[in-house]
């Protein structure tokens, strides 16, 4: 098939790479001259393991190009995905739709006949209704457009995987229309596969993904609730998370205790979340959701907290390592990152703090120039009077603590994702301290 991707970001990047990988040929467009010109060279402008070699699969068999012309857009394909953000309103818990709505008003005005417009991107409940009428309005004498919804259920590092062999796929539509039809054979080879297809209404489709968000915080959130309750009860968190996860009704996803969640999805999610259910009459109904995001943001200044203790009761001078600032391992994302927010609160209070981070540095560098980044693990260690694990990427989990131990001033460790194993570090004669647990 021919389709456009419309948004080359994090979302329309991956879809678009994905799509010329299924075999379909593929136009993504987007306002972003700089990031098209990236895109058309075969650079992908953020990290996600294995893009890279499925951009340029698709650009080397012809299937996948980029532009900044809508025009171009409405000729090329009849097919269009939308996969532009949708970030939290400036002084409100509500999402941010005028660049989905932008998108509309660029694209519909340049078509002829009838075109499947299929949503990607995280949006308000009513938002693909909204629409459906903003495209009618715009659309020419006898061109028409149908508004469906194909949520995304992405995990940064593993976003090729979830979106060539997706565990589900969800798509909300009108009735009468042709997008099932459509949405059919755009993932005819996932069909073929077993994969579980599932067909809704509109509002159905749109409340899936961030109702499936919001349990993800929850379940995270929990977890850290209960590890504070342990640090006050003298249990450990880790055990306790263990136990509980052995019942299969609750199972042991999602059940690490630490610094919390983070990134471009959850936090603005939930957030939205709570904000549309106030708009549509339902206001007591996620109130939980606001203690959802207490407790993941309390993450934060509880391990500012643990590293004043753990560096004497005074941070001001204190040498400080952070290993980590990208919200998860596996990505170069430091949006609303709990790492990188530590980090940054730990310099703000008098710290000298040095940070490593695989992949994430550039991106740290733009949202806080202060703190001192340094060139690898080794070289950010040398002469740490603390050292605090904030994001668990493989390669701070296979450190040697004796190796490790000579670098440091001090060998105080704060496990901030439960990552380690605390026995062989303690043996190697470190002060390990971590999240919801005492030694």
């Known amino acids: 098939m021919r389709m456009t991707v419309i948004g080359t970001g994090y979302l329309g990047a991956t879809h678009a790479a994905c799509m010329a990988e299924l075999g379909h040929e593929v136009l993504g467009i987007d306002v972003d001259e700089h990031k098209i010109a990236q895109l058309a060279k075969g650079e992908v402008p953020f990290y996600e393991p294995g893009l890279p070699e499925v951009l340029s699969r698709g650009r080397e068999a012809g299937r996948l190009a980029f532009s900044t012309d809508f025009a171009q857009a409405a000729q090329f394909a009849n097919v269009h995905f939308l996969g532009v953000g949708t970030p939290q309103q400036k002084g409100s818990y509500a999402a941010d739709l ?12 340049h078509l002829e006949g009838h075109h499947v417009i299929l949503g990607k991107s995280t949006v308000p409940v009513g938002t693909a209704a909204e629409l459906q009428e903003l495209a009618d309005s715009l659309a020419r004498p006898g061109a028409s457009v149908e508004i469906a919804w194909n949520p995304e259920f992405l995990r ?23 997008a099932e039809q459509v949405a059919r054979e755009v993932y005819a080879t996932p069909l073929e596969q077993g994969i579980p297809f599932l067909v809704s209404n509109l509002a159905t489709a749109e409340l899936v993904k961030v109702s499936a968000n919001a349990f993800l915080a929850t379940k995270i959130s929990f977890i850290n609730a209960v590890s504070e309750v342990c640090e006050a009860a003298g249990a450990d968190v880790t055990q306790v998370a263990r136990a509980i996860g052995y019942d299969d009704r609750i199972g042991h996803k999602f059940l690490g205790a630490g610094l919390g969640f983070g990134g471009g999805c959850l936090p603005k999610d939930i957030r939205a979340y709570i904000a549309r259910a106030g708009e549509l009459g339902a206001t007591e109904a996620l109130t939980f959701l606001r203690e959802v995001d207490a407790i ?22 204190a040498s400080i390592t952070v290993l980590g600032c990208a919200f998860k391992p596996n990505s170069d994302d430091v949006r609303d ?6 980090a940054g609160q730990l310099s703000l209070k008098g710290a000298q703090v040095t940070v490593f981070d695989p992949q994430a540095m550039d991106n740290a560098r733009k949202i806080f120039p202060t703190l001192h980044y340094a060139e690898s693990a080794e070289a950010a260690l040398q002469g740490a ?10 390669e701070f989990v296979q450190l040697d603590p004796t190796q490790v131990r000579g670098w440091v001033r001090t060998p105080v460790l704060i496990d901030g994702r439960n990552a380690l194993d605390s026995s062989r570090w303690a043996e190697a004669g470190w002060d390990y301290k971590a999240l919801g647990r005492t030694f």
């Open 296 to 317: 993941n943001m309390r993450r934060r200044e509880h391990m500012v907290n643990l590293a004043k203790r753990a560096v004497g009761g005074h941070l001001i001078g």
């Open 337 to 342: 990152s709990p790492a990188l927010n530590v």
């Open 385 to 394: 009077d603390l050292v605090i694990l904030a994001t668990e990427w493989d």
């Open 98 to 109: 005028r660049y989905v709505r932008s998108a509309v008003e660029q694209l519909v005005p």
């Open 156 to 178: 940064e590092g593993y976003a090729v995987k979830d979106t060539i062999t997706p565990d589900r796929i969800m798509l909300g539509v009108r009735p009468g229309g042709i």
